[in-house]
């Protein structure tokens, strides 16, 4: 029991520190100063006073590329879109207005063409009513000359018959007086002296 011997404590050289600086609720330098300073910090880096100068830089290059974008690419783009936008409503609105003027003339031309048709219409009924008129009158005069021709043949016919026959009857009546003289004086008479008497008795 005496031979026991107690051995000092040897240097524990792993990482370059000593066994005390190993020893439980100690860790290396470094460590404990990252983690003190994590401690320290306390909120966003952002509001930290010392990182607002990168912050305003950043934010400047950020603002200076997003304002060329937007005024050499997007703003042009957008301009020259709107620039064919309205290029294409003047032209579909001067287009839509020139086909309505055209439809317009149309259709005043066609109004016209329905106006002169109906005058026309009239003027050739007009002249159709008034040469139908004129050949009634026409075919009425022949048919009255040809009617007043068939009466004027027609009254000389009966005025030819009624001559005729009234000679038939003066010599039938002096044909009789002659015989009724003859009867009741038994003196036969002369053809001119019948004819005389009758005359004589006609004037009477």
């Known amino acids: ?4 011997t107690t051995s000092p404590p040897t240097a524990d050289l792993r990482d370059g520190h000593t066994a005390a600086d190993a020893a439980p609720g100690h860790g290396p330098a470094g460590t404990t100063e990252v983690a003190a300073h994590g401690a320290d910090s306390g909120g966003l880096p952002q509001f930290k006073f010392e990182y607002w100068g990168g912050q305003i830089v ?19 783009r957008l301009r020259k879109i709107k620039d064919d936008r309205a290029a294409t409503i003047a032209a579909a609105v001067t287009e839509a207005r020139s086909v309505q003027a055209e439809a317009e003339a ?61 000679t038939n009857v003066r010599g039938i009546a002096a044909d009789t007086a002659q015989a009724i003289v003859e009867k009741l004086t038994g003196q036969k008479l002369s053809t001119a002296e019948v004819n005389a008497a009758l005359a004589a008795q006609g004037a009477v």
């Open 1 to 4: 029991m005496a031979a026991e």
């Open 58 to 76: 950043w934010l400047f290059l950020i603002f200076a590329v997003l304002y060329t974008l937007l005024a050499k690419v997007f703003v042009p």
């Open 106 to 166: 149309q259709a005043a031309a066609a109004q016209a063409e329905i106006a002169e048709a109906h005058s026309r219409s009239r003027r050739l009924a007009s002249d159709a009513k008034t040469k139908a008129a004129s050949d009634l009158a026409t075919s009425q005069k022949a048919e009255d000359d040809r009617l007043q021709a068939q009466m004027d043949a027609a009254e000389t016919r009966i005025r030819g018959l009624r001559d005729q026959a009234m």
